[in-house]
């Protein structure tokens, strides 16, 4: 934990895909206190794993990221995020297809709901995207947290298959991009 309270510091909430590659990722990140994998902006109360990878309760794999904005702009986080994935293919991402792993953006104020969209449109004004961005902006419901052994899964199964030939090279590509945005303990 920062040595800032509780009470200074913000959440943000993301899906891009599979949330065990945007997790060890934003957990890097200089001013981010905790990221936590899970699911949100569906039907179903407290959904498991195998549920929302049937499609059916419309949730979203996320990561919901514990944040100081003294140390890191919301802005930046969101910026961030649409460099992780692409944000122009409607639920999918990579081999990954389903809505559960859609672009969205769900916001905790209407202050985020607005910088997003100027994110948004500031990629769409520069052509930063060959294809229009599909990403959704919604206010987020609740977020439940995913299973124990979905936290921090990169970190505890690095020799996995998936991990080694999804997550490390992405994460070895973003340590390189936004290296001066890193903690100074990260590798």
């Given at each position: 934990m920062t040595?800032?309270?509780?009470?200074?510091?913000?959440?943000?909430?993301?899906?891009?895909?599979?949330?065990?590659?945007?997790?060890?990722?934003?957990?890097?990140?200089?001013?981010?206190?905790?990221?936590?994998?899970?699911?949100?902006?569906?039907?179903?109360?407290?959904?498991?794993?195998?549920?929302?990878?049937?499609?059916?309760?419309?949730?979203?794999?996320?990561?919901q990221v514990t944040f100081d904005p003294g140390r890191i702009a919301y802005r930046d986080l969101v910026q961030v995020f649409?460099?992780?994935?692409?944000?122009?293919?409607?639920?999918?991402?990579?081999?990954?297809?389903?809505?559960?792993?859609r672009s969205a953006v769900f916001t905790h104020s209407p202050d985020q709901a607005a910088i997003a969209q100027e994110v948004v449109q500031a990629m769409t004004d520069q052509h930063v995207w060959s294809g229009p961005v599909v990403t959704q902006i919604e206010p987020v419901r609740t977020f439940f947290p995913a299973e124990e052994y979905h936290q921090e899964y990169y970190e505890k199964n690095p020799g996995a298959g998936y991990c080694q030939v999804v997550v490390a090279p992405k994460l070895s590509k973003f340590r390189q991009h936004f290296a001066a945005k890193l903690k100074s303990t990260t590798p």
């Open positions: 040595s800032k309270s509780a009470a200074s510091l913000e959440k943000a909430t993301f899906a891009g895909g599979c949330f065990w590659c945007l997790e060890p990722l934003f957990a890097e990140l200089e001013g981010v206190d905790d990221v936590v994998v899970g699911y949100t902006g569906g039907q179903v109360q407290d959904p498991t794993y195998q549920q929302v990878c049937s499609g059916r309760t419309g949730h979203a794999e996320a990561i649409f460099s992780l994935h692409d944000p122009t293919t409607r639920d999918r991402q990579g081999a990954d297809v389903g809505s559960q792993y």
